[in-house]
């Protein structure tokens, strides 16, 4: 029998520093943490408000500690590349067609940020209230 070595070439950790691209897919796959965090951090307030005055002002208080503002800030910043990169990726992953031709990416991602305006305008609308 032969002794068989296989050529294994030795990649470093951080191979997805080197290219952009590379580095943005990280970074986005990493921002879904933040979004699960946004998720939680709603979550307790919504709870927060429904228990009682004193528990919302004690979530307020545990909200701004500098460590939690660092931490929404942070998150926020991710949810922000997320999205601008998801809205990017769209018309990549799907294809909409209107009387037998495709529409241009720019109108797919325009209807995206048109929506994410208008709903964002409504949620804001509704907290003012």
Not at 34 to 62: G, H, K, N, T
Not at 74 to 92: C, I, K, R, S
């Amino acid at each position: 029998m032969t002794d068989l070595r296989v050529y294994r070439p030795r990649i470093s950790t951080w191979w997805w520093t080197r290219k952009r691209t590379y580095f943005v897919f990280v970074m986005r796959e990493l921002s879904s943490v933040f979004i699960a965090w946004f998720v939680v951090y709603l979550l307790l307030f919504v709870s927060a408000v429904a228990r009682s005055e004193a528990a919302y002002r004690r979530f307020l208080d545990w909200a701004s500690a500098p460590w939690g503002i660092a931490l929404n800030v942070v998150a926020l910043a991710f949810v922000l590349l997320h999205t601008v990169t998801w809205f990017a990726l769209t018309p990549q992953a799907m294809e909409v067609r209107l009387e037998g031709r495709k529409v241009p990416d720019f109108h797919i991602i325009a209807g995206q940020y048109t929506g994410l305006v208008v709903v964002s305008a409504f949620v804001f609308w509704l907290v003012l209230q």
